[in-house]
């Protein structure tokens, strides 16, 4: 719950963030100087961009919120029973030790979305972000192309 509340409070900043640019964007358009202009018009782009970013990495979450439901209800998501630190964010070494047999399950079935998302946990756990983004990526195209 924590995580949504910080995602919601994130996201009213960002979209406030947004329609202040948007409203100095426009403001410096309006002025008679060139250089007032070319900066109005390339202070637009930034909340372009910016809501771009807000709605992939919103989409990401709800899809990822979803496979983990879905997981949830199959009983079929990893024990969560690995040693953790003061920070709350498992020991890397004990996730490390449980890492290859969620790579062992991509690698015996690689079409499955539940293995990937449990492969894109266990890169999470073991503090590899990147990757553990790609293999749940990979895991919602996979379930999105089996409906």
């Known amino acids: 719950m924590r995580g949504r509340l910080g995602a919601l409070v994130i996201t009213a900043l960002l979209v406030l963030y947004l329609v202040l640019v948007t409203q100095l964007a426009v403001r410096l358009i309006s002025v008679d100087e060139v250089v007032a202009k070319v900066l109005g018009i390339a202070l637009l782009v930034l909340p372009v961009i910016g809501l771009w970013a807000l ?12 496979l ?3 997981l949830a209800e199959a009983g079929e998501l990893p024990l969560d029973d690995l040693p953790t630190r003061a920070s709350g964010r498992p020991v890397r070494e004990a ?3 449980e890492f290859p047999r969620y790579k062992a399950e991509v690698e015996a079935d690689p079409g499955s979305w539940q293995a990937w998302f449990r492969l894109g946990l266990a890169y999470d756990a ?5 990757r553990a983004r790609q293999a749940i990526r990979r895991s919602i195209a996979l379930e999105r192309s089996a409906r």
């Open 95 to 97: 996730a490390d030790a």
């Open 126 to 130: 073991s503090g590899d972000r990147r």
């Open 68 to 70: 983990t439901t879905i």
């Open 55 to 66: 709605m992939v990495e919103l989409l990401f979450g709800l899809r990822s919120q979803r």
